[in-house]
């Protein structure tokens, strides 16, 4: 099993940044892709983007693109979304996940979910 607690949502206007973070714990970190997802009320969970095993290798859905980056730490077992230049649109609970897989694009391809964090973005 693998624990992921997600920290660091919050509230920012329109054109501000935030960073979340994901600490992981239970097996290897290194072991697993990561990937972060999104969801606001009555949709279906949204690819955000996602970091191979290494950190050599990230994507990112297109509506983030350019705005977002993911990165991670695998000696503090940690995985980060960097949000810069946010709009009210990026506000939803954000999702960290972890899988065996390559990368993680879909919800189908992750195995392991954390809690979610809100990110509120006024205008």
């Known amino acids: 099993q693998v624990q992921l607690v997600e920290t660091g949502g919050g509230w920012v206007q329109a054109g501000g940044s935030l960073r979340l973070s994901c600490a992981a714990s239970?097996?290897?970190?290194?072991?697993?892709?990561m990937g972060w997802f999104r969801r606001t009320p009555g949709k279906e969970r949204e690819f955000v983007g996602t970091?191979?095993?290494?950190?050599?290798?990230?994507f990112y859905g297109d509506s983030v693109k350019g705005r977002f980056t993911v990165s991670r730490d695998n000696a503090k077992n940690t995985v980060y979304l960097q949000m810069n230049s946010l709009k009210p649109e990026d506000t939803a609970v954000y999702y960290c996940?972890?899988?065996?897989?390559?990368?993680?694009?879909?919800?189908?391809?992750?195995?392991?979910w954390g809690q979610g964090t809100q990110v509120t973005v006024s205008s």
């Open positions: 996940a972890a899988g065996a897989t390559w990368v993680l694009r879909t919800p189908r391809e992750c195995d392991y």
């Open positions: 239970g097996r290897t970190f290194s072991n697993y892709a």
């Open positions: 970091i191979t095993r290494s950190g050599s290798y990230t």
